[in-house]
């Protein structure tokens, strides 16, 4: 999962925010967040970011030393 907030709570900002799992995939531990004015927000870019982000978050749980490297 991902989420979307196209201008829901601000005019021309649009953010795509990730889960940081757990290490069993459990509740998530915190969240990682993008934010851009919506010129820049394309559809089509939200796989990527949140493949981007997914990486990132596995680097977060393994550092947070919950996670077996």
């Given at each position: 999962g991902f989420a979307l907030?196209?201008?829901e709570f601000v005019p021309n900002l649009?953010?795509?925010a990730i889960p940081v799992p757990?290490?069993?995939?459990?509740a998530p531990l915190a969240a990682i967040s993008i934010a851009m004015p919506k010129m820049?927000?394309?559809k089509g870019n939200?796989?990527?970011?949140?493949?981007?982000?997914?990486?990132?978050a596995t680097l977060i749980t393994?550092?947070?030393?919950?996670v077996e490297n």
């Open positions: 907030d196209i201008e649009c953010c795509v757990d290490y069993n995939g459990g820049r927000f394309k939200v796989s990527g970011w949140c493949s981007q982000m997914r990486e990132k393994e550092q947070l030393g919950l």
